[in-house]
């Protein structure tokens, strides 16, 4: 079974500055997909980015990117330029080519400092 | 864009009774998530179906069922309900399994 590991429960950032969430996951399937996912108060679960295993470029979404290291089975996040609304808890999900769900990682709870 | 839509938002029952949730896909997705969220936990899967079908089956409880009707809509009832039945329970489309895309959720209480 695949498995997803936030390790770090808690970052704090300050505003404008950058942050780097960690995720790393273990499979045996060699296609599949990779995911950060931003729940904010709210509840919501808001897409951020989405990584391709298949891809070596790393994937950018405006101020987000990914650090996708393949071998390693790592998949970590980059907020560039932190804004308060970044705050939010932070799902790190693998979803694989033949199978159907998201497993998602424990999160990480992101607060940016003013 | 459309949006996956979850009805109701909040809903409150007591201990034994019934709740159905709804979940309307995004137009043109083929297939439908459900997952529980409760409290300072990450979302587990429960059930998921392709083209009106059950496809996949997490951790649901017995108590709970679920099914796609032909117009894709889905629906998630929940019988027999307890206390920690309590929580956000999320449904999500997609389309040939690609991007996994959430509604906003239908946050369920017992009492």
């Known amino acids: 079974a695949q498995t997803v590991t936030q390790s770090q429960p808690e970052m704090s950032v300050q505003e404008a500055e950058t942050v780097t969430l960690s995720c790393t996951y273990d499979t045996s399937e060699s296609d599949y997909y990779l995911f950060w996912y931003k729940q904010p108060p709210s509840r919501q679960m808001i897409l951020v980015i989405r990584?391709?295993?298949?891809?070596?470029q790393n994937a950018t979404e405006n101020r987000f990117s990914v650090n996708f290291q393949k071998a390693a089975k790592s998949f970590s996040l980059k907020i560039s330029d932190s804004q308060l609304g970044d705050a939010a808890m932070y799902f790190c999900a693998y979803k694989g080519s033949s199978g159907d769900k998201l497993t998602f990682g424990t999160g990480t709870r992101l607060a940016v400092r003013p | 864009a459309a949006g996956v839509i979850q009805s109701p938002r909040h809903l409150i029952k007591e201990k034994r009774e019934t709740a159905t949730l709804k979940c309307y896909p995004i137009?043109?997705?083929?297939?439908v998530y459900w997952y529980q969220q409760g409290p300072g936990q990450d979302p587990q899967f429960l059930i998921s179906?392709?083209?009106?079908?059950?496809?996949d089956k997490g951790s649901i409880p017995d108590r709970f069922s679920a099914q796609q009707f032909s117009d894709y809509h889905s629906e998630l009832n929940m019988s027999s309900l307890e206390l920690g039945d309590s929580a956000l329970y999320f449904c999500a489309s997609s389309f040939r399994g690609n991007t996994i895309y959430f509604g906003e959720g239908s946050w369920l209480t017992v009492v």
């Open positions: 990584q391709e295993a298949y891809k070596q």
């Open positions: 137009p043109r997705h083929d297939t």
């Open positions: 179906f392709y083209e009106k079908m059950q496809s």
